[in-house]
């Protein structure tokens, strides 16, 4: 879904809906949250998924990130954080007041930073569980799950192996699948690469371009790995300290000189130190 190419002396387009030419499934709107009535996580933070994109959320570990996920698919009640401001909505209703359950059911699911998968049944159990909310008959059910294995051909391989004693790359493509069995239209994605060798992470990331394209199934993903993210994105926003600080497509952030330096590790002048003083003088002058 390549973004259109801005007028010449117009101004930029702001936000993803805008950018990208197609409606926002997802619009979250000024949330503020705050963790035991007094830790305030997230700052205003504001966002859009488009229909039928891959939206990347972006920052350091401690940015906001998991938590921004965890507000959309109502998950903080049982951390004791509460959205005390702002709104989210979901074509066009809003969510943030529903159950996780009633979400579900709507079509949202989020995939957990960890995997969390039931580690004492086999892979093909962990499947199902996820058509647990469904009530569309088992062949629908059997063959959804067939869809899963032709995206996840070593999960068939693995279907019967107890899913504790799979691999961290099977453990998280278990996961993904189980998302998928209850037919979700969107899937909120938290660090799919943590964890995981790169050959892995390439190759969930090239089947969530798959079901992308294929499954219209539109994806948020939280990720520290802003390279790769950027790479498979059509848009970006880049989170620190609970608050947006720059969003734009993917294009757009990958030639961004700042992003380059702080995120990349790329300037002009060629890979560059964290620690570097420039840096630091550089990233001071894009949050001012």
């Known amino acids: 879904m390549p973004a259109p190419s801005p007028t010449p002396g117009a101004a930029a387009p702001r936000g993803a809906a805008a950018t990208l030419g197609v409606p926002a499934l997802l619009a979250v709107k000024n949330i503020e949250v705050i963790y035991n009535h007094v830790i305030l996580v997230l700052k205003g933070v504001s966002l859009e998924l488009p229909q039928g994109a891959v ?25 004791r954080g509460d959205v005390t401001k702002g709104s989210i909505e979901y074509k066009g209703e809003r969510i943030d007041r529903l159950t996780a359950n009633d979400l579900v059911k709507r079509g949202v699911i989020q995939v957990m930073e960890g995997r969390h998968i039931f580690g004492h049944l086999t892979v093909e159990e962990n499947l199902l569980t996820g058509a647990y909310t469904r ?18 051909p070593r999960l068939k391989e693995r279907r019967g192996s107890q899913a504790g004693y799979t691999s961290g790359g099977e453990q998280q493509m278990a996961a993904i699948g189980r998302a ?78 700042d992003v380059k330096e702080f995120y990349l590790g790329v300037s002009a002048a060629g890979r560059k130190s964290f620690r570097d003083v420039k840096h630091y003088k550089r990233r001071k002058r894009w949050l001012a």
Not at 135 to 152: P, Q, W
Not at 224 to 250: C, F, K, M, P, W
């Open 55 to 79: 939206v990347a959320l972006l920052g350091a570990n401690g940015a906001g990130k998991t938590t921004t996920l965890k507000a959309i698919s109502n998950l903080l009640k049982a951390e």
């Open 135 to 152: 009530n569309d008959g088992r062949a629908a059910i059997a063959r959804d799950l067939e869809m899963v294995y032709g995206y996840f």
């Open 180 to 257: 998928l069995m209850s037919r979700p239209s969107t899937i909120l994605l938290d660090e799919p690469s943590m964890g995981l060798a790169p050959q892995l992470v390439e190759e969930i990331f090239e089947i969530v371009k798959q079901l992308n394209r294929e499954q219209k199934v539109s994806f948020l993903l939280a990720e520290q790995n802003t390279n790769i993210a950027l790479r498979y994105a059509h848009y970006g926003y880049i989170l620190e300290n609970g608050r947006v600080v720059l969003d734009g497509s993917a294009d757009s952030l990958r030639g961004n000189e």
